[in-house]
């Protein structure tokens, strides 16, 4: 399995970032981490070996990315409104460097299908709910999407417009919401055991329902919480069935 790790400064974010990329060919998959973790998290906890078979046959092609939660979200010593202002940085790292590099990888403008779990499905949905003419899809496992629960309730324009539970419900008709229509992939997972929260799940996916966006929610039983191995068995399950 080819393994590649790339870093560049990014005039966006004004700092180092790395990114790793496993695989030759297939559908690209972006991985963002649970929390404050960087870009190797997914393979230090397995979850690049649970789905490496599908990466070695050529069905997927994966990139995870470093996460800024703690210079952002996660910093419990930032104003609300700097954490939003570091987000929106991100967002624009995301869109103008990272996207290129895949296409750059894959050799042309390919669909890219974001995926995470914890923190990472928040960024995951809300990267395609902004961009969709970037991206085609999301795996969102255990996720939760309103930012509110961040923001110690401070909410200007750059925390509504990254918290998908409430500029999605508003969205009005035009190119953004023809583009969401038209996905295929908007997959949210979750478990209903410890720390699972599955009604954020179902409160994304009615909002999306309301908009006519497709979008498919699959809960599991009790006994998958809130932890490694419960997305260890999602991921290549989902893999395995829809890509």
Not at 86 to 110: L, S
Request: proline share 4%; glycine share 8%.
């Amino acid at each position: 399995m080819r393994r590649d790790i790339r870093q560049w400064w990014s005039p966006s974010l004004n700092k180092n970032m790395e990114i790793v990329a496993y695989g030759h060919f297939g559908t690209p998959i972006l991985l963002f981490p649970t929390a404050a973790a960087d870009y190797l998290e997914y393979e230090r906890f397995y979850l690049i070996d649970s789905i490496k078979s599908f990466i070695n046959e050529g069905r997927i092609k994966v990139y995870s990315i470093n996460s800024i939660n703690s210079e952002s979200w996660l910093n419990s010593r930032m104003h609300a409104r700097d954490k939003a202002v570091r987000h929106q940085q991100y967002n624009e790292y995301i869109a103008n460097e990272v996207v290129p590099f895949i296409w750059n990888d894959c050799g042309g403008q390919v669909g890219i299908i974001t995926a995470g779990a914890s923190l990472g499905a928040f960024h995951g949905a809300n990267t395609l709910f902004r961009r969709p003419d970037l991206f085609d899809g999301t795996i969102a496992m255990s996720g939760t999407y309103n930012l509110m629960d961040y923001t110690n309730g401070y909410f200007d324009d750059n925390c509504y417009f990254n918290s998908p539970m409430h500029y999605m419900k508003n969205l009005q008709s035009g190119t953004h919401l023809d583009l969401l229509r038209s996905k295929k992939h908007i997959y949210f997972l979750t478990g209903s055991g410890s720390y699972e929260a599955p009604q954020c799940s179902w409160d994304m996916a009615n909002v999306l329902g309301y908009q006519g966006i497709p979008n498919f929610v699959e809960m599991w039983g009790k006994e998958w919480t809130h932890d490694w191995p419960t997305w260890r068995a999602m991921l290549p399950k989902w893999i395995a069935t829809h890509f």
